[in-house]
């Protein structure tokens, strides 16, 4: 239950954390899903791209629906092994724009810190997968270099702190770098790009909201979630003590075939956040990262579905559908 002034949650969210599955055997198990005809393509796909999964996110799936809209983002496929021409491990390519360790600098304005390589949920579909973590590691070490390029370049109002998940980040390490980053004095806004809020919304806690808004800092949360489904009243709970607490929320979605690549997923979505006070800001074409390629859509398909959002939900529900392309100065809008 949540207080005006305070957030209390059964269990804490580290306990939460470390109960993730991560065994193919095991989530197939909670299901009801038969081991004979997924068992063998989920364990070798997830020698690829570990499965992670939330307890709590898992039971918002449908027992026995292998095509269940949140199981398929997390359920490793044979399809994966499938190399496909047009798809690479760096789709956005990030390597030219990772001018510090940690810190990647695509668009004037702000940049982006890569917190940590975790993640509380793997997403099959995520850009990332083959993101050398190694060599970006935000260590107290490689702080000090980062703060020193946001410092000499006045021009950076925003930092956003990615991963991984940030959240996965403790809360100490959190206030540290929050702190030393309202102590830049052009640094106005701090941006958080996270899905722990949806599939672990333990996470949400009154410690973390102290860090987040103890500073002069505006915090913008950019949420990840894909279908309404992923919506229950614990995730409800986490957007009204974030609400509470002056944090702006916006959610940006991936158009994925097979979960929300229908008008009527993407308008109940829409309605949805809505309802818990999130803004709907980006659909996004599927970055083409190798090993992703069976969640694509066609942009014809995209823009036809906003097409058709359009016509019926008003213009502030609708989110914005974009592509992300290399070396160019913003996300690419695409036109419906």
Same mark, same amino acid.
Request: glycine fraction near 4%.
């Given at each position: 239950?949540?207080?005006?002034?305070?957030?209390?949650?059964?269990?804490?969210?580290?306990?939460?954390?470390?109960?993730?599955?991560?065994?193919?055997?095991?989530?197939?198990?909670?299901?009801?899903?038969?081991?004979?005809?997924?068992?063998?393509?989920?364990?070798?796909?997830?020698?690829?791209?570990?499965?992670?999964?939330?307890?709590?996110?898992?039971?918002?799936?449908?027992?026995?629906?292998?095509?269940?809209?949140?199981?398929?983002?997390?359920?490793?496929?044979?399809?994966?092994?499938?190399?496909?021409?047009?798809?690479?491990?760096?789709?956005?390519?990030?390597?030219?724009?990772?001018?510090?360790?940690?810190?990647?600098?695509?668009?004037?304005?702000?940049?982006?810190?890569?917190?940590?390589?975790?993640?509380?949920?793997?997403?099959?579909?995520?850009?990332?997968?083959?993101?050398?973590?190694?060599?970006?590691?935000?260590?107290?070490?490689?702080?000090?270099?980062?703060?020193?390029?946001?410092?000499?370049?006045?021009?950076?109002?925003?930092?956003?702190?990615?991963?991984?998940?940030?959240?996965?980040?403790?809360?100490?390490?959190?206030?540290?770098?929050?702190?030393?980053?309202?102590?830049?004095?052009?640094?106005?806004?701090?941006?958080?790009?996270?899905?722990?809020?949806?599939?672990?919304?333990?996470?949400?806690?009154?410690?973390?909201?102290?860090?987040?808004?103890?500073?002069?800092?505006?915090?913008?949360?950019?949420?990840?979630?894909?279908?309404?489904?992923?919506?229950?009243?614990?995730?409800?709970?986490? $957007?009204?003590?974030?609400?509470?607490?002056?944090?702006?929320?916006?959610?940006?979605?991936?158009?994925?075939?097979?979960?929300?690549?229908?008008?009527?997923?993407?308008?109940?979505?829409?309605?949805?956040?809505?309802?818990?006070?999130? !803004?709907?800001?980006?659909?996004?074409?599927?970055?083409?990262?190798?090993?992703?390629?069976?969640?694509?859509?066609?942009?014809?398909?995209?823009?036809?579905?906003?097409?058709? $959002?359009?016509?019926?939900?008003?213009?502030?529900?609708?989110?914005?559908?974009?592509?992300?392309?290399?070396?160019?100065?913003?996300?690419?809008? !695409?036109?419906?």
């Amino acid at each position: 239950m949540i207080a005006q002034n305070d957030v209390r949650w059964e269990r804490p969210w580290q306990t939460v954390l470390k109960e993730v599955i991560s065994s193919p055997e095991e989530l197939l198990e909670a299901l009801d899903l038969n081991p004979q005809e997924w068992l063998a393509p989920a364990r070798r796909a997830s020698e690829l791209f570990s499965l992670r999964v939330p307890r709590g996110f898992v039971a918002r799936m449908q027992p026995g629906d292998p095509n269940d809209p949140l199981l398929r983002q997390v359920l490793p496929l044979d399809a994966e092994h499938i190399e496909t021409p047009g798809y690479q491990a760096d789709p956005v390519n990030e390597a030219a724009v990772n001018p510090v360790p940690g810190l990647i600098h695509k668009y004037r304005g702000r940049v982006l810190l890569t917190l940590t390589s975790a993640c509380a949920v793997n997403c099959r579909f995520c850009f990332r997968r083959h993101f050398p973590y190694q060599d970006n590691q935000l260590s107290r070490r490689a702080l000090g270099p980062i703060l020193d390029y946001i410092q000499a370049d006045s021009n950076i109002h925003e930092v956003i702190l990615s991963g991984g998940d940030p959240l996965v980040a403790n809360d100490n390490t959190l206030q540290s770098i929050v702190t030393a980053l309202a102590a830049i004095p052009h640094v106005t806004t701090l941006r958080l790009h996270t899905r722990l809020p949806i599939v672990l919304p333990e996470r949400i806690t009154t410690e973390l909201l102290n860090v987040l808004t103890a500073t002069r800092l505006k915090p913008v949360i950019v949420l990840h979630s894909n279908h309404a489904q992923e919506w229950d009243n614990a995730v409800a709970q986490a $957007m009204q003590a974030l609400r509470a607490r002056g944090v702006v929320l916006l959610n940006q979605s991936v158009l994925l075939k097979g979960v929300n690549d229908s008008a009527a997923a993407l308008i109940n979505l829409s309605e949805t956040l809505l309802h818990h006070g999130v !803004v709907p800001y980006y659909l996004h074409l599927l970055d083409k990262v190798q090993g992703a390629a069976h969640f694509d859509v066609a942009e014809e398909k995209g823009q036809a579905l906003i097409a058709e $959002m359009t016509k019926q939900l008003p213009g502030y529900l609708v989110p914005r559908l974009v592509r992300e392309v290399a070396g160019l100065p913003a996300k690419q809008l !695409v036109s419906v």
